[in-house]
């Protein structure tokens, strides 16, 4: 379990004095005099929370008559307390949710469709459509954007120059990806790794399955993958963890089970090279400390990766003040304060102008390159609906707990990838 | 006899206002028991009926829950196991344990006091967040526990990490916090009859045999207690298992406990009407073991009323 740092703890106060001064009063308080309160709950780690924060307090000074509330806190103990409260409609006006959860928010009405606030209170007219697309499910715009991100090969160049691969090329394919693994381990004297086992993660077998032709859903919301796909991809990593090209099934699991950066595979310095989202590189070189280099997911026989709305701002379908609601996320998406205030933390702005801003103001420039490569280079496969259907979080976790099993030896790839297919089915129609 | 059935009359009056000032005093228990306890006991029973999702209306399903937990969820079937062989493995552990130590801490020894005091502090500490980390730092893969088999060239593995260890690590955390029963065992002994003892003594039992055929039949009651204690908090654990496995049950659903996927079903997944059909399954089945085991206490437990 990864312990707070001193600077940790100085970020959660720094969020905290900063939460207080957009808060004003504390969570929950209506306001006097007239002013309406919009409430804005969101889950994630110190540093990310204090830059919503800051965000949100110049979202607030660009208006008057309301009070912007945030509140946050770690992933599953906010999420839990605020989907109860939208379950009794006294839920925060706003809250920010992704694309493994906003299926289910719909199903269960909780989510406001925005359709009739766009393009009058939320302006996306000159946003990509991906970016639009991504906020919508069942075709109607239940979400927005809070910015763009894609996936990212991550890796410490000083661990793969041995193996003579100073540099991952962009346009390497799935095939290659093995090979230039073990030469990796081998360089190190099979010290580490080539690459962080990614057999749990149902995301980068969606990548690998697009790249080979094929879809994870299609329009219904029908999970389309075979079990021999699905242990296709699984054997892939198999062969590579007995090579030790992979790290080993419990390095794996523990960052499986935790979702904690600092346990991924770069930061324990187990493997050279892992996959992750890109708004989160500056992240991992913090827990990695090393400056890490980037390079696309390997291709099939066509890219796999797309370009997907990081997260989601949701309005609850019992806002009182959805009008002001819609404000505040417009404020969020489209205002130049909260664009500098986030720092591509919440992805890259979907605002062709606040990109361009954003990117020229910033220290460090390889997020908003790196999208600007993929979508040039063609490094994308456009995926329409980018959000899963209900039931798709406890796919998610179904798929990473199968795929354990598999590396831990506990079932064959065949059972697992049987196994795997009962547990989707069940989870996606349990929540019909 | 009329005399006596007039004067009960005449009683009658005021027994009624006793009852009716006990039950004065007994209402806010009552009506405690019946917001608290049996309403949401007859709400859950009717939502595990239901497929209820927290953020829709319950809709009526029947036995659906039901046969699905049984049918086709393969984590239920990980949690049922994983939960028999914690119960299986911790009860005798723990009970066995608090016994043995009693014992030692029974007998007359310098600092006995502070002893006592020692061993009870792990069961005080509960299931900490402070405790898990704790546990953390002595089980993972950088470890004390590691850290000391490396001195003897042993590397052992990260056995938090580790399917094949995990479930393990729960079980030693649950019997090191023997601390409660040990406590009752030791009551007990100290109120075993001394003459019993010397008696034996003087027949010329060992030390052995003097536990085995005097202490140990005095004592079955309180063992027939804490078994009975142990099952029922054995079955229902929850924080070690969440805490420990951050919540996930993990690695490979090792450390899924029964609760901890009851929890997760309810407030992770949104399933209210599949985790409510999971805590009456639960309810059923303790009830049920505890009945057996009152059953089987007639064959092996000792009142000593039965001297009389």
């Known amino acids: ?432 | 006899m009329m005399r006596l059935i007039r004067a009960r009359r005449r009683e009658r009056p005021k027994a009624r206002g006793d009852g009716l000032i006990a039950l004065v005093f007994l209402a806010p228990w009552l009506v405690g028991m019946v917001v608290l306890t049996l309403g949401p006991m007859a709400i859950a029973l009717y939502l595990s009926f239901t497929d209820y999702g927290l953020l829709q209306t319950p809709r009526w399903i029947g036995l659906n829950n039901y046969s699905s937990l049984v049918r086709s969820d393969l984590s239920f079937i990980d949690s049922v196991k994983n939960t028999v062989v914690y119960v299986l493995i911790t009860v005798p552990g723990k009970v066995g344990l608090a016994l043995g130590v009693a014992v030692l801490l029974n007998a007359r020894f310098r600092g006995r006091g502070f002893y006592r005091s020692a061993v009870y502090v792990p069961s005080l500490l509960g299931a900490s967040v402070a405790l898990a980390v704790t546990w953390r730092q002595i089980f993972t893969d950088n470890g004390l526990l590691n850290q000391v088999l490396k001195l003897f060239g042993v590397k052992g593995p990260d056995w938090i990490s580790d399917p094949r260890f995990a479930l393990y690590v729960l079980v030693l955390l649950a019997i090191w916090q023997f601390g409660s029963p040990m406590l009752i065992f030791l009551a007990g002994l100290q109120q075993i009859p001394v003459a019993l003892l010397e008696a034996a003594t003087i027949d010329g039992a060992s030390p052995v045999r003097r536990f085995l055929s005097v202490t140990l039949p005095l004592l079955t009651p309180l063992v027939f207690f804490n078994v009975v204690m142990q099952v029922i908090g054995s079955f229902q654990v929850f924080s070690q298992a969440y805490v420990v496995s951050g919540g996930t049950g993990g690695p490979a659903n090792s450390t899924l406990l029964y609760s901890l996927y009851l929890y997760n079903q309810g407030f992770v997944s949104f399933r209210m009407g599949y985790a409510a059909a999971m805590a009456w399954m639960l309810l059923i089945v303790i009830a049920a073991v505890t009945a057996a085991n009152f059953i089987l206490s007639r064959y092996w437990v000792f009142y000593d009323d039965a001297l009389d």
């Open chain 1, 1 to 432: 379990m990864a312990g707070l740092s001193r600077r940790d703890l100085l970020r959660i106060g720094g969020a905290t004095a900063l939460g207080s001064a957009v808060v004003g009063c504390g969570p929950g308080d209506s306001g006097g005099g007239g002013v309406k309160e919009v409430r804005v709950a969101w889950s994630s780690g110190a540093e990310r929370s204090a830059a919503i924060v800051k965000a949100l307090d110049w979202v607030q000074s660009q208006g008057t008559g309301w009070k912007v509330t945030g509140e946050y806190g770690a992933t599953n103990a906010l999420d839990t307390r605020v989907k109860a409260q939208l379950a009794a409609g006294a839920g925060p006006d706003i809250y920010q949710t992704h694309n493994l959860d906003i299926g289910s928010l719909v199903h269960g009405n909780a989510a406001l469709d925005l359709t009739s606030y766009i393009p009058g209170t939320i302006q996306m007219s000159k946003w990509d459509e991906q970016a639009i697309t991504g906020g919508r499910v069942q075709g109607k715009q239940y979400s927005i954007s809070t910015g763009s991100n894609t996936v990212m090969a991550m890796y410490d160049p000083n661990l793969t120059k041995p193996a003579g691969l100073e540099v991952l090329r962009p346009d390497w394919h799935w095939t290659d990806l093995p090979g230039a693994a073990e030469e990796i381990h081998k360089a190190s004297g099979r010290r580490i790794a080539g690459i962080g086992d990614s057999s749990m993660e149902l995301l980068t077998f969606q990548v690998y399955l697009r790249s080979q032709g094929g879809e994870l859903f299609d329009a219904n919301g029908t999970f389309l993958p075979t079990a021999t796909e699905i242990g296709e991809y699984w054997n892939y990593w198999q062969g590579m963890r007995k090579s030790g090209a992979c790290t080993s099934a419990d390095i794996a699991a523990k960052f499986n089970d935790s979702r904690d950066i600092s346990q991924n595979a770069l930061a324990l310095k187990k493997a050279a090279i892992i996959f992750d989202f890109s708004n989160r590189l500056p992240s991992v070189e913090e827990v990695t400390n090393t400056k890490l280099s980037s390079t696309t997911y390997p291709m099939g026989q066509r890219p796999g990766m797309y370009i997907r709305p990081s997260l989601l701002w949701m309005v609850s379908s019992h806002s009182k003040n959805p009008e002001l609601a819609c404000r505040v996320v417009n404020g969020l998406v489209n205002g130049e304060g909260a664009a500098d205030a986030l720092t591509g933390q919440l992805g890259v702005p979907d605002n062709p102008a606040l990109f361009a801003r954003v990117r020229a103001g910033a220290a460090d420039k390889r997020q908003y390159d790196y999208i600007d490569l993929v979508r040039t280079k063609k490094y994308v496969t456009e995926l329409k609906d980018v959000n899963l259907p209900p039931g798709g979080g406890d796919m998610f976790t179904a798929f990473g707990t199968t795929a354990e099993k598999v590396a831990f030896g506990q079932l064959s790839v065949a059972d697992g990838a049987s196994n795997f297919m009962k547990l989707a089915d069940k989870a996606l129609h349990q929540q019909r």
